[in-house]
């Protein structure tokens, strides 16, 4: 079983400041998928980066970047230049990959509040 | 290009009825997938189509039914609610598995209140 834990409290971040949210997994797959989503107050669940256990180098999207750590098996995501739009809760996820990547695991979330 | 179509939007029922909630994916996928959310139980894989068969099932009882049709569209059924079915329900589309970097496609969901 994949087990995805996020324990931050709800956080204030400053514009323009970079924000890190942590994620710890479990799994005793050998190989396997990690993602972030972000979800505004609408419900849309909305994909942020990827990184596949096997991956050398830690996964960057823009402002994105995953901070992979795989012997501490972590997976951290790092937000540069916060945006008051970044403002949502924020989901780490991970996936066994050799059964697809559609069967998600969900940790509870992170709420980010962005203030000017 | 379209996103991903859920409804309705909104709907309340009362315990003991049944619900369907509909899910159109993006045109040219193939794999359509359910996710449950609530504050308790944060968000859980109910389960997965491709090409109008389950591939995957969460641990959720059997009154979650699900369907997928040849044009991908999907839909999802709750018998006899509880309350405790009051939920956001998230429907997922994607491409394929093979090779993609797992970018699954969320629609804005269904959110249903059992009364």
């Known amino acids: 079983a994949q087990k995805i834990t996020q324990t931050q409290p709800g956080m204030f971040v400053q514009e323009k400041e970079a924000v890190t949210l942590d994620c710890t997994y479990d799994t005793s797959d050998p190989s396997y998928g990690l993602f972030w989503y972000k979800q505004p107050s609408s419900g849309e669940m909305i994909f942020l980066i990827y990184?596949?256990?096997?991956?050398?180098q830690n996964a960057t999207e823009g402002r994105y970047s995953l901070n992979f750590q795989k012997a501490r098996k972590s997976a951290n995501l790092v937000i540069s230049a916060s945006q008051l739009g970044d403002s949502a809760m924020y989901f780490c996820?991970?996936?066994?990959?050799?059964?697809?990547?559609?069967?998600?695991?969900f940790g509870k979330g992170n709420q980010v509040v962005v203030i000017p | 290009k379209a996103g991903v179509t859920q409804t309705p939007r909104y709907l309340i029922k009362t315990r003991g009825q049944q619900v369907t909630l509909s899910c159109s994916p993006i045109s040219g996928h193939r794999s359509v997938s359910w996710y449950q959310q609530t504050p308790g139980q944060g968000l859980q894989f109910l389960f997965e189509?491709?090409?109008?068969?389950?591939?995957n099932k969460g641990n959720f009882p059997g009154r979650f039914s699900g369907r997928q049709f040849s044009n991908s569209r999907s839909e999802m059924n709750v018998s006899t609610l509880e309350l405790g079915d009051s939920a956001l329900y998230l429907c997922?589309?994607?491409?394929?598995?093979?090779?993609?970097?797992?970018?699954?496609?969320f629609g804005e969901g269904s959110r249903l209140t059992v009364l």
């Open positions: 996820a991970m996936s066994p990959v050799l059964y697809g990547n559609n069967r998600l695991a």
């Open positions: 997922a589309s994607s491409g394929d598995l093979a090779g993609n970097t797992g970018e699954l496609f």
């Open positions: 990184q596949g256990s096997y991956d050398q």
């Open positions: 189509y491709f090409s109008e068969t389950q591939r």
